[in-house]
């Protein structure tokens, strides 16, 4: 079956660590995202990547990277920049003249 | 400046009781609004995708409107397993964030027996 892989379901990051969240996706899909959700906040969009090797920031891009490599893979590192990394993290893709995304099951995030 | 805005934040209602969501948008040319429902620690889940005005969509107990400033969505007698985060977001056709989906920050629904 098709869908979008979000590995893992939980991470734990001490303070001042780089982590790496995997999202890898069988759908065939050119689009894909990377959102963060905290509690009572909309989703967010962090980054996100249209075709292989081009990526752009989305609205809080500030102490995240990603890479595009393959069409299947986008990976999400969050760096010790980022000032408050602990929170839900969403995967999802689209077809790039589609309309409406597929989601991943979700990584959450929490610093010790 | 593209913008969602949900409501109720939170609705409770009885099994079998009959309600609706808003969802309130401005958007800059809108190409597409769109239903989520999302259970806890999942990702969303895709409901419906409403392109105009005036156009309806229905899935089981659920019924999606669209206007030119907000969607609603219709929970005919609803069932406990009904209880979710109902999440709607749009699709602007151009400016700073053309083609991104911008989502409100939810309902939280729960159906009691």
């Known amino acids: 079956d098709g869908g979008i892989t979000q590995s893992p379901k939980y991470l734990f990051r001490k303070e001042g660590q780089n982590v790496t969240l995997s999202c890898e996706q069988n759908l065939n899909h050119d689009a894909m995202y990377w959102y963060r959700q905290d509690p009572g906040q909309g989703l967010r969009l962090i980054y996100y990547s249209q075709i292989v090797n081009d990526f752009q920031k989305g609205d809080i891009a500030e102490g995240y990277s990603v890479s595009r490599e393959k069409k299947e893979s986008f990976p999400l590192t969050v760096t010790s920049a980022q000032k408050n990394p602990t929170a839900f993290y969403l995967c999802?893709?689209?077809?790039?003249?589609?309309?409406?995304?597929?989601f991943g099951s979700g990584t959450r995030l929490t610093v010790v | 400046e593209d913008q969602v805005t949900q409501s109720p934040e939170a609705l409770r209602l009885q099994e079998g009781e009959s309600s609706s969501l808003n969802c309130s948008y401005t958007v800059s040319g809108l190409r597409g609004l769109f239903w989520y429902r999302q259970d806890p620690g999942k990702g969303p889940e895709f409901l419906f995708t409403?392109?105009?005005a005036g156009e309806e969509k229905e899935k089981e107990r659920l019924k999606a409107t669209l206007t030119k400033k907000e969607s609603f969505l219709h929970i005919t007698a609803p069932k406990p397993e009904d209880s979710a985060t109902y999440l709607c977001?749009?699709?602007?056709?151009?400016?700073?964030?053309?083609?991104?989906?911008?989502f409100g920050k939810g309902t939280k629904l729960s159906v009691k027996p």
């Open positions: 409403l392109y105009s």
């Open positions: 977001a749009v699709q602007a056709g151009y400016g700073g964030s053309q083609g991104n989906l911008i």
């Open positions: 999802a893709s689209s077809l790039y003249d589609n309309y409406g995304y597929t």
